[in-house]
Structures are given as structure tokens and as C-alpha cells.
């Protein structure tokens, strides 16, 4: 994986002095909360509901074991001994004092890390694939780019000031796992005719209050030519962009609203100016450089594992797990496993300090020291050989981190919601729990199969519920919390924005209806077909039908 | 309100102009409005003149008559505002505008050293400031991966030797 440099180095220890004096200033009261906030906001500090929150950028979602045992550290001497991993492959810190954040930001740069742009109108940590490097569908390694772009984000003078968050994610294989088009910016990386590496650039998706698939704005730009390519592209927006309403300020909106034909030609004539300037184009002396990091690691020469069958045969807890969380590797011998953090009835996205150090030790001794983060908040080791499953079963069991739900309706994606965000209008987290409770049982599970459920506490969406096969977005109704159901959105590369089934549902009546729109998908399902696909064949009259029936 | 440039507080020599106020000698910055409606009797004047622009009001509009203007003042009417970032790399890097830019408006204390790289050159700042907030702004971070209009070396230079000097050069120099 990607190491500093001495120069990426400094201008992460440059910005920790930086705001070790800005805090200073604002706790002897020379800068007061007005004044600190827009300076905290570039640090992503920020104060929620019951006290600040510090959200750390883990860039595509790749860490060493010595970073994840940094954030176990923190976690365990600066808040309450354990954090939450976000979709957009953050963690944060729930409960850490002002005063120490300088030391946080000191201890994360000693392991290469920050808090750089994980707030603020700027553009954010980029995302990845989390089967990066390990899935054979891909064409390159996707963190290669993702880096290359974290380095030209970092603290771009021009692009610190946007109307709005930017989002950037990238993938470099035709399954997307990565949400592209439900980004800002999404980038799929294939292979042209010749074997040439091509980027298509699709630009103005999102979700929050107005959800959009993103457009194919770009279509095979050079590699060299990528940051040129970025640049004009955020150019364009950063002039044209609304600044008038805070809703309509995203560059969906623009895109919406010119079209994607008038935005392909405003880029392609900006692209044409700032490529002339030359200054952006990619050497491929750094495209080398960076490449050599993320060259595969020492994989033995292996053949699929003989003794896997008869492990599974006795132990129809490891066979469940192998079945549900282990999905196949490019290498003969390897496996990628998902490690959950989605235990039933549990707070999906939290690890505990304990758990932090033990995925680190796993990974050093059986995955080539890497881990990685997904937007769907579980963690991932990419590189266990075979042999290695059962053992790693054991010691994740042992810890509470064996569920078997990977893909499940049970692995729910939910935002933080009422119980810690200050924008929420409802909680997530109790309305996660009580699916998961319900549905608890793993035959059930996976009987059902693939079943996206994700949930948001309000129409911001982190929760990506606009995404979820089927979406929760709580809402409020005159001071009580109520959830709105939406079904058949997707986030993969037939991404689509979920639709709203009706009127919304009181707290304790979300798992009878996710019930009941399950049944009638098991009843109405044909052979093969997964809840979305049955879905999209009958379209939403059936489910509508069925979830007010009895009002 | 206090004026910065080359790192010391400057006499501001110009004078703001209403749309409805006559025109008086010396020095004057008016709007791209009276620019358009006045250019001649403006250009005729024998004094410097400058130009300030709104923040929806891209320089690209200006053209070549961008070279008549000593002075190109970029209005930010909030900190979250952020299209003179752009307005200035425009002017510095395809128009070429080789006078002074300077920011006016609210700008907070860590947007300095952002404006400057952009190649804002000229900086109006609250009564109160302190001349060496100013200069530690400018040089609390000193390497930077991006290109930009003060043509500083980038960390992808200095990492493969490419540039010739790893000097802040003030492209604005006059
Ligand atoms: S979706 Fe709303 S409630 Fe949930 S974390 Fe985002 S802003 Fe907060």
C-alpha cells in the first residue's frame, strides 16, 4: 500500500501545527465558537449533539495493521473505547475533548493519517473499491488512481471553497462495488481496445434530498490526462454551481439543470484550456512510482484448498460463514473475507478498540498486514490463503466478529442518526437493531439472499437508504420520529434511486413492514430472481398493495 | 479597511467609484458595469484605473481589455464564496493579467494563503490585523501538490527533479 513520502509527510505534520495553534486560540477565547467553527469544519471536527465529533479519513479505504491499531490507541485514550466506520470509509470519534484533538491529529500523522477535508465544501476523501487488488474482474488496481487524486485534492487552493461537498469515488472493475454513480464524481477505469487504460467520467449523481444516477460526462480520457480532465470539471462548477440555496448547490443540481449534454461541452472546452497549460499532466514517472506501492504482494503459488470441504463438513458454523462472507480471490489458494460489523442487534459500523487490535494482529499474520474498510461499514481482508479460513473463523468468533450476513438482510447500513448527528429527525440505529432482531435467523436469511437494507435518519442519506433494495428514511411528524420506505434502489452499476412505496410508518411498525413486503417477495419471487430483480419485473403495485392492505 | 501587499500594509491608491458618481482625477476602481457603459471616456482618462468584479462576474467576459486595468479587485461577499478562487487563476493564467489582484470583502485569516497561490496578490483585511498573522499565514504549509498560479514547485516536481527552483515566485511582481 501507499507510504508517505517525505513531502506528503510534512504537509500532514504542517497542518497539525496549524490547528494545534488554532485550538489554542480558541480555548484561551482569542477566537470564538463563530470564528473556530469554519476552521475546525477544514479539520473534520465537528460539534454534534452531545459533544465534538472527529471524523479520520481512511483514503479507499485501505489501512495497515499499524494504522488500525493507532485508531484502536486513540479510541481507548481519547473517547470511550471504540468508534464507528462510516460509509464513505471514515471513522469517527464520538466523544473526544477539544483539547486533545491537536494530540490525535499528531498521533494519527505518526501512522499517516489525518482528518483533512472530511468536512467542509471541499473535495472529500476519495473512495474505493474494497475488493481492490484481489477481485479478478478488475483491470488495475483503483487505488492507484485514488491516490493520485488524494494527492491533488489535498489542499487544492482554487477548490477549497465549492458550493458544496464533493464526493469522488473510483472503480476499475464492471462490478461496481464502489457506488460510483451515486457520487459526485464517479470514475470506472476499463481497458480500451488496444489495452490502454481509459477513464469514463460520470459526473452529477448523488443522493440527499434531490437523488440522481450520475452521467457519462467523460468517456475514455487518457491517463495522463485524468487530473487535467478533474480540474476543468470542478472549474466549471466551482463558477456555475448554485450558491443561492443550500439544497441546490450540489453539481447535480448544475448537471440537472444545463444538461448533461451543455455540461460535457462547458468540460470539454475548459479540459482544452487547462491541458494546454500543461502543468496538471500526469508524468509516468509518478503513475510508476505510485503503481509500485500497490504492486500485488507475495502471493504463494497455491492450488484451491482440498480440505476446505471437509473443514465445512464439521463445522456448520465455519460453512455458513465460509458460504456468506468468503467470496473468491483472483489468486488459486486465496479468499477475501468480509469481516461484519453488523452482529444482530447490534450498532452496525462500531468496533470496539479490542476488536480493533485483533483485525490488526489477523491481518499482519494472515493478510499480507493490509485492511480494508467498505462503504457498507464492514471491515475486509483481502488476502487469506485457504488454509488459513479456519483458524481465522475461530479467533473472529471468539471476538463476536464471525457473523455470517455479508450482502444479507441483516449486514444494514445505517447512519448514526438521532442518537449522536444533530441534523438527524430520527434515530437509525433502534430501527437496525429491530430488523436485524427479526430477522435473525440465518436460514431465513438466506433463504431470502441478497437483500440490501439501508437506513438514514434524515434526507441528507447517509444511510444511502435512496440506494437500498429497501430504503428507511426517518422523518419527522410533528416531534415523533416516523420512517419512510422506499424500494428497488440500487447502487451498483445498475444503479438506481429507490421509489417511495407510501406513507411513512411509526417506529414500531418498520420490521412488521419490512416483513411483509419480504413475504410477498419470497411468494411472488421466480427461480433466481434476488428481492431487487423481483422487484423491478412486477414494479412497486404488488408490494404497495400488499404494505396497506389492512389501512 | 488596512490593505496587505508584499507582506506589508500599502497606501491604498485607489478610490472606489458609485455607478452615479462623477468621475474625479486620480486613481479609481470601477464596476464591470461602468466599464461597459463608460469604456471610452474611461479609457481617455489620463490616470489608473481598476475594476472590480462581483463574485458571479467571470473576468472571461473582459477579454483583452483585461491590459487597461492596473488593479482587478475580486469581490467575496462571504468566506464560503469561492468563485474568485477561480476568477483569479483565470486571470493570472489564461488572461494573463500581470497587475495587482486583490481580495476584498469577508476573508478569514487560513483563505490567505489559498488566495495568494491562486494568484490574489493584494489583500484588504480587517482593522486590527497584525502584520505577522499575515506573514505566518502565508507560510504555515510549504509544500503543495498542485500547479497553480504562483507557479511554486510542486511536490510532483520536486519529487522527480523537474522544476528549476523550489522558490515562491511572485508572479505578480511589479
Ligand atoms: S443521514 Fe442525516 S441523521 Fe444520518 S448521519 Fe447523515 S445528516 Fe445525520
Redesign the pocket.
Known amino acids: 500500500m501507499y507510504r508517505y513520502d517525505e513531502f506528503d509527510q510534512k504537509i500532514v505534520d504542517e497542518r497539525v501545527e496549524q490547528f494545534r495553534g488554532q485550538v489554542a486560540r480558541r480555548l484561551t477565547g482569542e477566537l470564538n465558537e463563530d470564528q473556530f467553527k469554519p476552521l475546525r469544519l477544514m479539520n473534520g471536527l465537528y460539534l454534534q449533539l452531545h459533544a465534538y465529533m472527529l471524523r479520520v479519513a481512511i483514503p479507499y479505504g485501505t489501512l495497515s495493521s499499524r494504522q488500525l491499531r493507532m485508531l484502536a490507541h486513540i479510541a481507548r485514550k481519547y473517547d470511550k473505547d471504540y468508534a464507528h466506520f462510516t460509509t464513505r470509509q471514515n471513522l469517527q470519534y464520538n466523544w473526544p475533548k477539544l483539547a486533545d484533538i491537536p494530540d490525535i491529529l499528531a498521533d494519527l500523522a505518526t501512522v499517516e493519517m489525518h482528518a483533512i477535508q472530511t468536512s467542509g465544501n471541499c473535495i472529500r476523501n476519495v473512495t474505493s473499491d474494497h475488493f481492490a487488488g484481489a477481485s479478478a474482474d478488475e483491470v488495475d488496481d483503483p487505488r492507484v488512481w485514488s491516490e493520485i487524486i488524494r494527492q491533488w485534492s489535498t489542499f487544492h487552493p482554487e477548490f477549497s471553497f465549492l458550493p458544496r461537498k464533493f464526493k469522488i469515488a473510483v472503480t476499475a472493475a464492471p462490478k461496481d462495488r464502489a457506488a460510483i454513480k451515486v457520487h459526485d464524481i464517479g470514475i470506472v477505469i476499463r481497458r480500451d481496445a488496444s489495452g490502454t487504460l481509459a477513464f469514463d467520467v460520470y459526473v452529477g449523481g448523488g443522493q440527499g434530498r434531490t437523488p440522481f444516477v450520475a452521467h457519462l460526462i467523460g468517456e475514455g480520457i487518457q491517463a495522463g490526462d485524468l487530473l487535467a480532465y478533474l480540474e476543468a470539471t470542478m472549474r466549471v462548477y466551482n463558477q456555475y454551481g448554485r450558491r443561492d440555496n443550500l439544497y441546490k448547490a450540489r453539481i447535480k443540481i448544475l448537471v440537472h439543470q444545463i444538461g448533461p449534454e451543455e455540461m460535457r461541452k462547458q468540460v470539454a472546452a475548459e479540459f482544452v484550456e487547462v491541458k494546454a497549460q500543461g502543468a496538471l499532466a500526469l508524468p509516468q514517472a509518478e503513475i510508476d512510482r505510485i503503481q509500485a506501492y500497490f504492486a500485488a504482494p507475495a502471493f504463494e503459488t497455491l492450488r484451491d484448498d482440498a480440505l476446505l470441504a471437509q473443514q465445512k463438513a464439521q463445522n456448520k458454523a465455519f460453512a455458513a460463514w465460509h458460504d456468506i462472507n468468503v467470496s473468491p480471490h483472483k489468486m488459486p489458494g486465496y479468499a477475501i473475507v468480509t469481516i461484519s460489523l453488523k452482529p444482530i442487534g447490534g450498532v452496525p459500523g462500531d468496533a470496539s478498540a479490542d476488536q480493533m487490535d485483533l483485525v490488526a494482529d489477523l491481518a499482519e499474520t494472515l493478510s499480507f498486514d493490509e485492511i480494508r474498510v467498505s462503504h457498507e461499514q464492514n471491515l475486509v481482508l483481502a488476502h487469506v490463503k485457504q488454509s488459513d479460513l479456519l483458524v481465522l473463523w475461530q479467533k473472529l468468533d471468539a471476538a463476536g466478529l464471525a457473523t455470517a450476513n455479508y450482502g444479507l438482510i441483516t449486514d444494514i447500513i445505517a ?3 438521532l442518537d449522536y ?1 444533530d ?2 429527525n430520527a434515530r ?1 440505529i433502534n430501527v437496525a437493531q429491530a430488523v436485524s432482531k427479526r430477522f435473525a435467523d440465518l436460514d431465513r436469511q438466506r433463504n431470502i439472499g441478497e437483500l440490501k437494507l439501508k437506513i ?3 434526507i ?4 444511502h437508504h435512496h440506494v437500498g433494495h429497501i430504503g428507511v428514511l426517518g422523518v419527522d411528524k410533528k416531534g415523533v420520529e416516523f420512517y419512510q420506505i422506499t424500494l428497488g434502489g440500487s447502487g451498483d452499476e445498475t444503479a438506481s434511486i429507490g421509489d417511495i412505496i407510501g406513507p411513512a410508518f411509526a417506529e414500531n411498525e418498520v420490521a412488521d413492514a419490512v416483513e411483509s413486503l419480504v413475504d410477498l417477495y419470497l411468494n411472488l419471487r421466480q427461480p433466481g430472481e434476488r428481492f431487487l430483480d423481483t422487484y423491478r419485473r412486477t414494479g412497486i403495485q404488488p408490494f404497495r398493495e400488499k404494505l396497506y392492505a389492512a389501512h | 479597511m488596512p490593505l496587505i501587499k508584499n507582506n506589508e500594509f500599502v497606501d491604498n491608491a485607489f478610490r472606489h467609484i458609485a455607478d452615479e458618481e462623477a468621475l474625479p482625477d486620480g486613481a479609481i476602481v470601477v464596476s464591470l458595469k461602468r466599464w461597459h457603459a463608460e469604456r471610452d471616456a474611461l479609457m481617455a482618462r489620463n490616470a489608473p484605473i481598476a475594476l472590480r468584479l462581483s463574485s458571479d462576474q467571470s473576468p472571461e467576459a473582459i477579454g483583452a481589455d483585461v491590459h487597461h486595468f492596473a488593479m482587478i479587485e475580486l469581490e467575496f461577499p462571504k468566506f464560503k464564496d469561492g468563485r474568485g478562487y477561480s476568477w483569479a487563476r483565470l486571470l493570472r493564467q489564461r488572461l494573463n493579467f500581470k497587475g495587482e489582484i486583490r481580495a476584498s470583502g469577508d476573508v478569514l485569516r487560513d483563505q490567505w494563503l489559498f488566495m495568494s497561490r491562486c494568484g490574489i496578490d493584494a489583500f484588504e483585511v480587517d482593522p486590527g490585523t497584525r502584520i505577522e498573522d499575515f506573514r505566518t499565514a502565508l507560510t504555515e504549509q510549504t509544500v503543495f501538490y498542485q500547479p497553480a498560479s504562483d507557479r511554486v514547485a510542486t511536490v510532483l516536481e520536486l519529487r522527480h527533479k523537474t522544476h528549476s527552483s523550489s522558490q515562491r515566485a511572485s508572479v505578480a511582481a511589479e
Do not use: H, I
Open positions: 447512519c448514526p442518526g448527528c441534523l438527524a437509525s438514514s435518519g434524515c441528507n442519506a447517509c444511510g
